[in-house]
């Protein structure tokens, strides 16, 4: 069994530099082994908060505590060891190929010392097994910046699993993929979960497809954190409509009783 790690945030609040807004006070613990959906309207400080979990962002108050260790006063290597962030998008004009941006993953582990004296070295059968499962394979030698929306979101996810971290944080990880990937993805991330105890937390904009993924949801409004719990006493509660001020039809699916939910 790989390394796990617990996730925990102690009265986190974050405050924007010359804005009138602040995320917080942000309290929740979670144990390995979860996959987390976190949802909310737009603006309601989900990726602040995936930001936060990864140290990208020092919180004003409170500490963010990753396998047991304050994430603010990890240096990059340390983080990169224990978290790996998936951003919406990625803007390059460095004419890498696929497998080039995705070893960029493993690369992550190492100090720039390390890096400068001796290029690490890549495993190539986890190499190989990280491109097959995100069906990325006939794309390897191919330059990212000639990739479609799609197939460059597969490269960051990819380039993520390869870095290969305790906690994976995905800021809206099916965006840009068609139906197929998109599903194939989440049922890798449901085995990782299951088979090495991986938590991951992702942003996520489907309440459609949420219940059918995830473990736990996090609600997010107006940069707080408003209910937490299994996805499926989150799905059905009044919660839902109040937040993000529509009606919505709670179901169960009807081949694995997941919850859906739908516009009426």
Same mark, same amino acid.
């Given at each position: ?13 974050y ?19 979860? *996959?987390?959906?976190?949802?909310? %309207?737009?603006?309601? @400080? ?5 930001? /936060? =979990? !990864?140290?990208? +962002? ?63 070295a ?16 006939? *794309?390897?030698?191919?330059?990212? %910046?000639?990739?479609? @929306? ?5 490269? /960051? =996810? !990819?380039?993520? +699993? ?23 993805f989440?049922?890798?991330l ?70 859906l =939910?739908?516009?009426?």
């Amino acid at each position: 069994m790989r390394e796990s790690a617990m996730v925990q945030l102690h009265d986190v609040i974050y405050r924007w530099p010359e804005a009138n807004a602040a995320v917080g006070p942000l309290s929740v613990s979670l144990p390995a082994g979860q *996959l987390v959906g976190v949802i909310g %309207p737009n603006g309601a @400080g989900k990726s602040t908060l995936l930001k /936060l =979990l !990864a140290g990208f +962002l020092r919180p004003h108050q409170g500490q963010v505590v990753v396998g047991g260790k304050d994430i603010s006063t990890l240096n990059g290597q340390s983080r990169a060891r224990l978290v790996a962030f998936v951003p919406q998008t990625l803007e390059t004009t460095f004419d890498l190929t696929v497998e080039e941006v995705v070893q960029l993953g493993s690369l992550h582990r190492y100090t720039w010392r390390d890096r400068l004296a001796v290029r690490p070295a890549v495993d190539q059968d986890r190499l190989a097994a990280v491109l097959e499962s995100t069906g990325l394979t006939p *794309l390897r030698q191919r330059p990212f %910046p000639k990739l479609s @929306g799609g197939e460059a979101k597969r490269v /960051l =996810l !990819a380039a993520a +699993l390869l870095q290969d971290t305790p906690v994976l944080l995905l800021d809206e990880p099916t965006a840009h993929l068609d139906p197929g990937h998109a599903v194939g993805f989440l049922h890798l991330l449901q085995e990782l979960v299951a088979r090495e105890e991986k938590t991951v937390i992702m942003a996520y904009h489907d309440l459609a497809s949420v219940g059918l993924f995830a473990h736990r949801l996090w609600v997010m409004h107006r940069g707080r954190l408003v209910a937490q719990g299994d996805a499926q006493s989150i799905l059905s509660s009044p919660i839902i409509a109040d937040v993000y001020q529509v009606s919505l039809v709670y179901l169960a699916h009807p081949q694995n009783h997941k919850p859906l =939910l739908i516009f009426p």
